[in-house]
């Protein structure tokens, strides 16, 4: 048996005919860019998270991009951000003309940790990115306190959290805008780039629509980017939202299934989600320090693993300019040499699950006792 890592495949096939007919439409239709099917899925997507506005864009990075640019970051602005994410986080910050400022991330959820939030604090800070990272919501309470008490702004990178919820409430509808990738291997994931800012702000959304098409349609009230939806991408998405859910809780049944399967093997950390959240599994990332021979035992039995990410991002060296050392982030840096995501989708098949079990379990078995049963036999009789 082989596991892939993501079957985007099995998805399709579930929903072939749909999607075949979606996408014969807006080649019917010319609606290429934008257009019809682009506005349904703003709107459905609005409704779906219960904000006021949804603004496409072209992808998740430049919803992160536009977003900064409509809160205004100029050059000397420093903007607080996790150390533990994908650089999409932090380059754009730096595109939009601000500096980054890297926190620790909590030892338990992989989000930014507040208290590391309040140490980095300056009269230069203007705002904060918090992660909701692998599909855990980020501690949303104590960092829009923080906000609030120093007059910054909070936009929620909410790439890979489709969905979860804090404290009964969607993710994506606490800061001032809330950024999305429909990136095709995110839990709602288009066949291209396609990604989103969402807002319950009238005037930032007006502005991020003007900046990502040319500064305005008609009329260019100022100059602007290039950043659509192509119609292709909003009529797979429009087909694919009302699947959603039954999606998140198929990944949260196999997310239970690990849980349950890898409870006391070897050295194994499950994730652990924080009181009053809901986790949405865009990844299914285990600790163990046995991780790089785990990870080897495990492609030779045809499992595919990923790192998420092989190095937290203030170690790599885009960010050797800033001088970080290993005890700067201790967590972040901590995770880099155990962390290892497991395959997991939502057609992910039981047999599929446990075959990864086993091979887990059969490697720990091992490395406890290396020589096997019949090996320790054969060395006490001699
Ligand atoms: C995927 C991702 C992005 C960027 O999205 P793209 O659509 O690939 O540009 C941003 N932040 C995080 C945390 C992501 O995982």
Not at 87 to 110: L, Y
Not at 224 to 233: A, E, L, P, T, V
Request: aromatic share 10%.
């Amino acid at each position: 048996m082989k596991i892939p890592f993501v079957d985007l495949h099995a998805q399709y096939l579930t929903i072939k005919q749909e999607i075949d007919k979606a996408i014969a439409d807006v080649i019917a239709q010319s609606a290429f860019i934008r257009g019809p099917y682009v506005d349904a899925f703003e709107e459905a997507w609005a409704r779906a998270l219960g904000v006021k506005r949804c603004v496409s864009c072209a992808n998740g990075t430049d919803a992160l991009y536009i977003a900064m640019r409509a809160l205004g970051v100029k050059p000397g602005d420093e903007v607080i951000t996790s150390a533990h994410s994908w650089i999409s986080t932090s380059e754009t910050i730096t595109q939009a003309g601000g500096r980054v400022v890297f926190c620790d991330t909590d030892e338990e959820t992989f989000t930014i940790d507040p208290a590391d939030i309040e140490r980095k604090i300056r009269p230069a800070t203007v705002g904060i990115i918090p992660v909701h990272l692998y599909g855990q919501p980020a501690d949303m309470d104590p960092i829009m306190a923080i906000a609030r008490k120093h007059k910054l702004w909070v936009i929620e990178d909410c790439a890979q959290a489709h969905l979860a919820k804090y404290k009964g409430q969607f993710v994506g509808t606490f800061g001032n805008v809330a950024t999305f990738s429909f990136y095709p291997g995110k839990n709602l994931g288009a066949y291209g780039d396609a990604g989103c800012a969402v807002t319950n702000d009238d005037r930032l959304a007006d502005w991020m629509t003007t900046f990502a098409r040319h500064g305005g349609k008609g009329e260019h009230v100022m100059e602007g980017i290039n950043s659509r939806m192509d119609g292709f991408q909003g009529a797979i998405l429009n087909v694919k939202l009302p699947h959603l859910s039954a999606w998140t809780k198929a990944r949260q049944r196999v997310a239970a299934k690990y849980d349950h399967f890898l409870e006391g093997v070897g050295d194994i950390g499950k994730p652990e989600v924080a009181a009053g959240c809901e986790h949405v599994y865009h990844l299914y990332v285990i600790r163990t320090e046995k991780r790089d021979s785990l990870r080897k035992h495990l492609t030779d039995a045809g499992v595919a693993t990923v790192l998420n990410y092989p190095k937290a991002l203030p170690f790599y060296p885009a960010y050797a300019y800033l001088g970080h050392e290993p005890a700067d982030f201790p967590v972040a840096y901590a995770n880099q040499s155990c962390i290892l995501s497991l395959p997991i989708y939502p057609e992910i098949t039981d047999e599929m699950i446990e075959f990864v079990v086993e091979h887990i379990d059969s490697f720990f078995q091992k490395s406890e006792n290396p020589l096997g049963i019949e090996g320790q036999l054969a060395e006490r009789h001699g």
